[in-house]
């Protein structure tokens, strides 16, 4: 059986930092593209970062990008995210996603195989 569990998510003030773990099973991991979505309250789940089964290849929304860094450990069957300078805007559930086709649509919900059932984030100032 398939399992996504992420960790890591809590209340973290406006500029902070955190970082999220995601930990698989029942899935040969390195083969996995991997990804993390978020969904804020009222609105639809979006792509935050993407990275690739060999880990050489990594992707990040623009809402994201340079305060981000997606990272995986395919021994440990892991796949972290570590976000900086954290806006109240980034406040979500947090969700990470597992994709065996790699058909190169990483920013894409229905592209992705397994879901983890999510982890809280709040930025409060």
């Known amino acids: 059986q398939v399992q996504l569990v992420e960790s890591g998510g809590g209340l973290v003030q406006t500029g902070g930092s955190l970082r999220l773990s995601c930990a698989a099973s029942g899935i040969t991991f390195s083969i996995y593209f991997m990804a993390w979505f978020r969904q804020a309250p009222g609105k639809g789940r979006e792509f935050v970062a993407a990275i690739s089964g060999n880990g050489r290849a990594a992707f990040y929304a623009e809402s994201v990008k340079g305060r981000s860094t997606i990272s995986r450990d395919n021994a440990a069957k892991r796949v972290y995210l570590e976000m900086n300078s954290l806006k109240a805007e980034d406040t979500a559930v947090y969700y990470c996603?597992?994709?065996?086709?790699?058909?190169?649509?990483?920013?894409?919900?229905?592209?992705?195989?397994?879901w983890g059932q999510g982890t809280q984030v709040t930025v409060s100032s």
């Open positions: 996603a597992a994709d065996l086709r790699g058909s190169g649509a990483y920013y894409r919900e229905d592209e992705y195989d397994y």
